[in-house]
């Protein structure tokens, strides 16, 4: 099914119109479209720019195995896109640009044909077919980097080497080709330090050379969906990653992802909230949204809790006050969160945050350790199983 969205950002007065101009053209071709309302942080890290770019790649994923997003990026946008790249010191990776063709880490692709084809040309053709479109007045704003070298870094260049916006399209299909080669190799050392919980070894890791080594974090990041972070914040994460206190519990935040070291592994997460709620009721859902994942009830038989107990009890989820105990085996001794959570490998930065079931006041399970004694299904009978992914 072919469809057409619209990204609304909001920044530009009067850009509420521009939604109706597209939605009049889908009409006329037949085509479904979608009016896509973001909020842009007008105070991210990274700038306006920046903030933008990430709303609108948000809402633009492909929204599944077989989507194919296709966008209009031409070959001068990719001259701005790699110069911009360099002047940034993005290197190899960066330098490629955008990919003609783009599989997506979340499933599906991003597809841009006319990649190699001039500005000048898709102008023409809008013209010589009478097409109407829409020119955003924010884009003879100079006070933008990306505009700045539209207007007049790139033309002033032409003015010495006509041929300057084609041969940056033309490096950045070349730094491609490099920057496919440093995946292949990052796939490769990922693979061989892979452990069987899908996380990787740290000592494998720590024994790379410090090109090699970012490189592989470079590539991690990408998989889970993360922007490159730049050469100086790359550095600075293979610094701490490899300190000796590292294997304390350490987490390198970036924008929408982190990098953890704890004990002898390490992996990539989501960041998450700032913390998880206090505290709330479950009364019989077969999900909670639990610090941004979900923590699942699944119906079961002969293990989990016991389904008779939750029933008949008044069931709360809470995080952590401090001090809990709990005791796993039956008429074995009480025993402190803090032991278990260490004895289990749970992550320092994890422990405070995680789901604990109570039942009429009594701690029934604790995310990352089990179930308490007293409310273990006993074999044959109805139980339920708690299944949250948050704690590694």
């Not at 109407?132 to 980097?145: A, K, M, T, V």
């Not at 704890?262 to 999900?287: M, S």
Request: proline share 7%; aromatic share 6%.
């Amino acid at each position: 099914m072919l469809g057409a969205i619209h990204v609304s950002h909001g920044l530009v007065a009067g850009s509420g119109a521009w939604g109706a101009h597209c939605r009049a053209v889908c009409a006329r071709l037949d085509v479904a479209f979608d009016e896509r309302v973001v909020t842009v942080d007008r105070h991210h890290p990274g700038g306006l720019e920046a903030a933008a770019r990430e709303v609108r790649r948000q809402a633009l994923s492909p929204p599944g195995d077989n989507a194919l997003l296709v966008l209009a990026q031409h070959r001068n946008d990719q001259a701005e896109t790699v110069l911009f790249r360099l002047l940034r010191g993005a290197g190899v990776k960066g330098g490629a640009g955008m990919r003609s063709f783009a599989p997506q880490p979340g499933g599906g692709a991003v597809w841009r044909p006319l990649l190699g084809v001039p500005r000048a040309a898709l102008e023409a053709y809008a013209c010589e077919h009478g097409l109407d479109w829409i020119e955003d007045p924010s884009n003879r704003d100079d006070g933008f980097s990306r505009n700045f070298l539209r207007l007049r870094v790139l033309p002033l260049l032409e003015t010495r080497f006509p041929s300057a916006t084609a041969s940056l399209a033309r490096n950045a299909r070349l730094l491609d080709e490099g920057a496919g080669l440093l995946d292949e190799l990052a796939d490769l050392d990922l693979a061989a330090m892979r452990l069987p919980d899908g996380r990787y070894a740290l000592a494998a890791a720590c024994a790379l050379t410090p090109p090699r080594l970012r490189n592989v974090l470079r590539r991690a990041l990408a998989l889970a969906g993360e922007l490159s972070p730049d050469e100086q914040r790359l550095v600075e994460l293979e610094r701490q990653f490899r300190r000796p206190s590292a294997q304390q519990g350490w987490r390198g935040e970036l924008a929408g992802m982190a990098v953890c070291v704890y004990r002898t592994a390490w992996w990539i997460e989501g960041r998450r909230p700032a913390e998880a709620p206090k505290a709330c009721d479950w009364r019989g859902q077969p999900a909670v949204d639990w610090w941004g994942t979900p923590l699942r009830f699944v119906v079961t038989d002969g293990e989990g809790l016991a389904a008779a107990r939750l029933a008949a009890g008044a069931c709360q989820l809470r995080r952590r006050e401090g001090g809990e105990r709990i005791a796993l085996k039956p008429g074995g001794p009480s025993r402190s969160l803090k032991n278990l959570f260490q004895e289990a490998g749970v992550p320092p930065w994890l422990r405070q945050d995680l789901p604990l079931l109570w039942v009429d006041g009594q701690l029934a399970w604790v995310a990352g350790v089990g179930v308490a004694a007293a409310f273990r299904c006993p074999p044959g009978e109805a139980g339920i199983l708690l299944q949250w992914a948050g704690a590694r």
